[in-house]
């Protein structure tokens, strides 16, 4: 008989894994039920303001969101997803920059259709953003370019983001080639191939856990000037 691997023995018990929303050990243990009218003045306020309490609240990476992009390069078209940071808000959509040429920049130029989620667990909350992708102007990009620190600025330029890449060895030896070809620059401008992408939603999602699984979801539809908002059930 063969010994058991330690480390199945110690591995957690996944589905037994369970927060039970509302508990007195889970957040927020209080808060009122998320209803339609926390959406009267629009999608976009509820969304900032639940970013803005999970930053109070240290949570780490409070704006980051699970972008979900169609991939078409094989015989189906097949969901891809990754973890980007939002770095605009407005009533017009949720703002991510990235480089043109990566696999989210190649699967947008073919399909300009996106999904974001961001989850914040500690809250107990989730919001889904759904829609269609467009660049931002040029000179929105330049904006928020001037924001980064200049050893991001440096790795944008370093990096053919998504492209193989032999070693680690290799990435480091183009940042330190690129960093010694702009040490005498100091305002390294925009790589042509790097921006600004905003998700225009046509629905928005808010996502509220309870317990017994009997969650509140309430949908902001969007049609032009139109919405309609709309009770999910769980």
Not at 30 to 38: H, K, R
Request: aromatic share 8%; proline share 9%.
């Amino acid at each position: 008989m063969r010994d058991q691997d330690p480390s199945a023995a110690a591995s957690p018990d996944l589905a037994r894994m369970r927060v039970d929303y509302g508990d007195p050990l889970s957040a927020p243990a209080v808060e009122p039920d998320l209803d339609e009218t926390w959406v009267a003045g629009g999608w976009e306020p509820l969304l900032r303001n639940w970013i803005e309490q999970a930053t109070m609240l240290g949570v780490a990476e409070p704006n980051a969101m699970v972008l979900a992009t169609v991939s078409l390069a094989g015989p189906v078209p097949r969901p891809v997803a990754r973890t980007v940071l939002c770095k605009g808000l407005s009533p017009e959509g949720v703002t991510f920059y990235t480089n043109y040429d990566s696999a989210k920049g190649g699967q947008l130029a073919a399909d300009p259709y996106a999904a974001a989620t961001f989850v914040w667990p500690a809250l107990a909350r989730q919001v889904h953003v759904r829609g269609v992708t467009e660049r931002v102007p040029a000179e929105v990009t330049a904006a928020y370019w001037q924001a980064r620190p200049r050893e991001s600025r440096l790795g944008a330029w370093a990096s053919a983001q998504s492209k193989p890449v032999a070693s680690r060895a290799e990435l480091d030896r183009t940042l330190a080639e690129t960093t010694a070809r702009f040490a005498d620059v100091d305002d390294i401008p925009v790589p042509p191939f790097w921006g600004g992408y905003l998700l225009r939603p046509d629905e928005v999602e808010f996502w509220q856990g309870r317990r017994g699984r009997l969650h509140n979801r309430i949908v902001v539809r969007i049609d032009g000037e139109h919405t309609r908002v709309e009770r999910l059930q769980p």
